[in-house]
């Protein structure tokens, strides 16, 4: 089932958005915090990578209408924006401590610890050693998921938090290349949740957990200082839509079945998740 690999440049595709870091989530959650502690642990980043390399099940010509699907963002003085400048402080009063870590952890998309940002959730251990088969569909789906919010970005050519707020952001490696990528929608919000639907589909006894990590891996843009709560709301809103696609795809049914077969033959490896817990309960009241 290997294709070729697609090598996209990310500012040509609006992927820069993502806020990229390699940060090996290995190093960065696996140990459980001291007796008392929340902290989580952090590794030393990698070097940031600057293309997207995937595999693609749809393509530009089936990818659903982002324009179509999503309103415009929050307009001056809506309660939208209130609520968004609202979200910005809280998250921005979290810098340095544990949920933010986890921000971090969460922005990587391309390192090899990148789907195990889910581990949690599923109940057992989600990586390309212990699931290679839903590893390969999980980065597989990320090109049409991230790039499918490229024209609503570029349209919209919202100003990110940062840019605002003067204010750090959890991958200041990324900076610069954030600083000239749109802030709305937010596709490292649409690949988290289009992630996490497709491992609610494959292990439905952990749905609203799958699901609710989802949400929390997309608020870790607002954690990080990147996005807006509602760019976030809204990269999550394409990714039901983009999954459609996907299910018509017979290529994606059958690496879906692939990765299936091999939940249910494979032993869980079960995670190490207290710090994460500890991180994601700091933010449980603010999430949109």
Same mark, same amino acid.
């Given at each position: 089932?290997?294709? /070729? ?20 989530? /290995? ?12 902290? %989580? ?61 986890? +921000? ?17 959730? +599923? ?5 390309? /050693?212990?699931?290679?088969? %839903?590893?390969?569909?999980?980065? /597989? ?81 607002? %954690? ?26 017979? %290529? ?37």
């Amino acid at each position: 089932m290997r294709t /070729a690999t697609v090598v996209v440049a990310l500012v040509g595709f609006g992927i820069a958005g993502f806020g990229i870091g390699g940060f090996g989530r /290995a190093g960065a959650l696996a140990a459980d915090p001291p007796p008392g502690g929340t902290a %989580v642990a952090t590794a030393a980043p990698a070097a940031p990578v600057a293309t997207l390399g995937a595999r693609s099940y749809l393509g530009p010509a089936r990818w659903p209408d982002a324009m179509a699907l999503i309103a415009s963002p929050p307009a001056e003085g809506s309660e939208a924006l209130r609520r968004d400048r609202q979200l910005e402080a809280a998250a921005l009063a979290l810098q340095g401590g544990p949920r933010w870590a986890l +921000a971090r952890a969460d922005a990587d998309l391309w390192s090899a610890a990148a789907t195990g940002a889910f581990s949690c959730a +599923a109940g057992r251990e989600i990586s390309p /050693a212990a699931t290679p088969r %839903v590893d390969s569909l999980l980065r /597989a789906t990320m090109s049409d998921l991230g790039r499918v919010s490229g024209a609503a970005k570029d349209h919209y050519a919202r100003q990110r938090p940062f840019a605002g707020n003067g204010r750090p952001i959890c991958t200041p490696e990324m900076e610069q290349a954030l600083r000239g990528n749109g802030s709305y929608p937010s596709g490292h919000a649409t690949i988290g949740y289009g992630w996490a639907l497709i491992l609610a589909d494959l292990i439905p006894a952990r749905r609203a957990a799958l699901l609710a990590r989802g949400r929390a891996f997309g608020d870790s843009r607002r %954690v990080c200082n990147v996005h807006f709560a509602s760019d976030i709301a809204a990269g999550q809103a394409l990714a039901a839509p983009v999954l459609e696609r996907f299910r018509q795809d017979p %290529v994606f049914q059958a690496d879906l079945a692939a990765a299936w077969a091999e939940l249910r033959a494979a032993r869980p490896v079960r995670p190490s998740c207290a710090g994460e817990t500890a991180a994601l309960a700091l933010t449980r009241k603010d999430a949109p």
